[in-house]
């Protein structure tokens, strides 16, 4: 059955067949976490390695498998330096953990204090309502440790397996097309290479240009904060310039980790202001300045399906999920602005562009002309 075919079912038809099958899909997604989680990162930066391996293969006259191998290398050996200069730097901040603790709780208490004098809430009050929070934040215990432990241990295991299947990706990168080709009926084979050459382009492009951009935010606040005197500037520096790359939460997330940092390594509590506005500034700059040039605009998201899509992404899975939202909605409206009878779905994913509107009135023209035709 076709889409044709299939537009000529009444609408509860439409819509029942619509919601189930977004109810299996969704139910597949969550119980395969495991697996599909590493497979579509795996899928992404096979695409940003394929150009490094092509090299290897071709430029220096490397096997196939040999190529594959050095480019995912290079890739770990970048991830594995930033995870060590992190780690680094969260050590340090551990080892002056109970004067952290101490720097928090008494500018807390300096909180409450302006709080009880300018809201008259008293400060025996206010402790009940924080003490349970504070408690869990400054006072981890056993279980929580051990939960750490085993998060990180989860977090190994899943980088471990996503390198493999990256390799293996770029090993057998032939097949997998070869694959794609026999699985479409030959008329819809030049509209599948249309989509496959997109994909990988705008894949690309996207996860550069976010790797360029998580850069310069990296290197704009640490060099802010070394300048402010903020203690421990390279790690936040470089927890922004990550966080940065989930919309909207990411920086409101790293905003509050650095405000906390602030407070509990300052004896000056307005510096936390301070980093609170460099944050809030950066923020500004980045979405209307560096997103735009430095990213581009390939394939635009319209800000409400952006932050649905980043939730939708956390609710399913998690913080991989917020991370692999954005690249899913563009792979989506890429294929949907090809595919006939799904290109509406693609103008309410994409933003208002004059693309966009041409797209909206071809389609109110062939609506018409089909109307027509049935009158």
């Given amino acids: 059955m076709d889409l044709k075919t299939f537009s000529n079912f009444p609408f509860y038809i ?45 430029k220096v006259r490397l096997p196939r498998s040999a190529a594959s191998m050095v480019a995912v290398v290079l890739l770990l050996t970048f991830i594995g330096v930033l995870i060590y200069v992190i780690g680094t730097q969260v050590a340090d901040l551990f080892k002056e953990w109970p004067q952290f603790q101490a720097q928090i709780k008494n500018s807390l208490w300096e909180f409450r204090g302006w709080v009880q004098d300018n809201f008259h809430i008293t400060r025996g009050k206010q402790l009940r309502v924080a003490s349970e929070a504070t408690s869990k934040v400054l006072s ?11 998060s990180v241990s989860a977090v190994l295991l899943f980088l471990v397996f996503t390198f493999i299947y990256t390799f293996f990706f770029l090993l057998y990168r032939t097949l997998i097309l070869k694959f794609l080709e026999s699985v479409f009926l030959k008329e819809n084979k030049s509209t599948v290479y249309e989509i496959m050459e997109q994909v990988q382009y705008i894949i690309r492009k996207y996860i550069i240009g976010l790797l360029i951009e998580m850069g310069i935010v990296a290197v704009g606040v640490s060099t802010a904060f070394t300048l402010m005197g903020v203690r421990y500037a390279i790690l936040l520096g470089l927890l922004t310039g990550l966080l940065n790359v989930i919309p909207y939460v990411g920086i409101f997330t790293a905003l509050v980790l650095s405000a906390i940092v602030t407070l509990g390594t300052s004896q000056d509590s307005t510096q936390a202001v301070w980093v609170i506005v460099t944050l809030v500034v950066t923020h500004l700059v980045d979405s209307n300045v560096l997103l735009p040039l430095v990213v581009g605009s390939k394939v635009r998201i319209n800000a409400l399906i952006t932050v649905l899509g980043v939730f939708a992404g956390e609710m399913i899975w998690g913080i991989p999920g917020m991370f692999l939202s954005i690249p899913c909605i563009a792979v989506l409206k890429i294929i949907f602005d090809r595919v006939e009878g799904l290109q509406p779905w693609g103008i309410i994913l994409g933003d208002e562009e004059k693309k966009q509107n041409k797209l909206a009135t071809r389609l109110m023209v062939k609506r018409k002309k089909i109307a027509a035709e049935t009158d």
């Fill in 140 to 150: 981890p215990d056993t279980a929580a440790v051990g939960a750490t432990v085993l």
């Fill in 14 to 58: 439409k819509l029942a067949a619509v919601l189930f099958s977004l109810l299996a899909m969704g139910f597949i997604v969550i119980m395969a976490k495991e697996i599909l989680a590493p497979l579509i990162f795996s899928c992404l930066f096979s695409i940003l390695l394929l150009p490094v391996a092509a090299f290897f293969e071709y």
